[in-house]
């Protein structure tokens, strides 16, 4: 495991060099009561300063429990921020109508998804915008470990201008949480994005993070195939369900794929024009 005093001197210099390069000082984050979003609003504070740090805590009600609002509070007060609690329901319950139209393909398991994945989408509506009125970048709070395995709603939580801790996995976020001196409430709390009633990630993914990660670690950073990782011990039906959930949630990790027709189009392999630049020719 890297030493959490050198991963956050990385990520926070990451942020304030993305920043100052792009002429940018307000950041908006999401507080979900949850460690992920804990940490990374705690580098922003540490890397911005907390007046440039704005919190919001966009609770769905009937669905978000008091714990998890108190959680985001107790960061937010911790950090020295003064947070802003906008209600999600209202963005996403005109989506609820869709269902009535739909007269094939529907079940309850896609319908409950869909809505999970439009409660995430109705949070970064409002995120963005509150980005746009203050000509600010909206922090990502998703880590590795829920980026690799697709744990995220595409234009969801897993939309965002800068991803603070995308390479840290979800063990290290504990670790670096214990560094940083956040709540022990939110570091034994159990993971859950809260999109529906409880729901329970570990649950959901079918193994403790502590075995996910140290899978994850042997496929992506060992390259490893799952033949061989379920040489190194780990359970055969594990394996096989966490390398497919990587292959088939790369579309998550991506922009939208573009239909090539000429020979210089906007797909990643033939345009690389870096995002920080100040190129005028």
């Not at 319950?93 to 994945?117: D, F, M, Q, T």
């Not at 079918?206 to 670690?217: F, I, N, P, R, T």
Request: glycine share 8%; hydrophobic share 40%; net charge neutral.
């Amino acid at each position: 495991m890297r030493n959490p005093s050198e991963t956050v001197a990385a990520i926070v210099l990451g942020i304030r060099d993305y920043f100052a390069k792009n002429e940018m000082a307000e950041a908006v984050i999401g507080l979900s009561g949850g460690l992920d979003s804990a940490v990374a609003c705690a580098l922003a504070v540490k890397a911005l300063g907390k007046e440039h740090v704005h919190a919001l805590i966009l609770p769905d009600e009937g669905t978000t429990t008091e714990e998890s609002i108190g959680h985001a509070r107790q960061v937010a007060l911790q950090l020295g921020i003064v947070p802003a609690t906008i209600s999600i329901n209202s963005i996403y319950e005109p989506v609820l109508k869709v269902k009535k139209i739909v007269k094939a393909g529907g079940n309850k398991r896609s319908a409950s998804l869909a809505l999970a994945n439009s409660k995430a989408r109705s949070r970064m509506i409002v995120l963005y915008h509150y980005a746009a009125l203050i000509s600010g970048l909206v922090l990502g709070t998703s880590d590795k470990s829920e980026i690799a395995l697709g744990y995220s709603t595409k234009h969801g939580d897993g939309a965002s201008d800068l991803m603070v801790i995308a390479d840290v996995w979800k063990t290290e976020v504990r670790a670096l949480a214990r560094h940083l001196g956040i709540l022990p409430a939110l570091i034994n709390k159990p993971s859950t994005p809260e999109l529906l009633p409880g729901t329970d990630a570990e649950k959901e993914l079918g193994a403790s993070y502590e075995v996910l990660d140290e899978v994850l670690k042997l496929h992506i950073e060992q390259q490893k195939s799952q033949v061989e990782i379920i040489a190194e011990g780990f359970d055969k039906e594990l394996a096989q369900q966490v390398c497919r959930r990587v292959r088939i949630n790369e579309h998550k990790r991506r922009s939208a794929m573009v239909i090539r027709l000429s020979e210089r189009s906007f797909h990643n392999l033939e345009w690389r024009m870096p995002v920080t630049n100040r190129y005028e020719g």
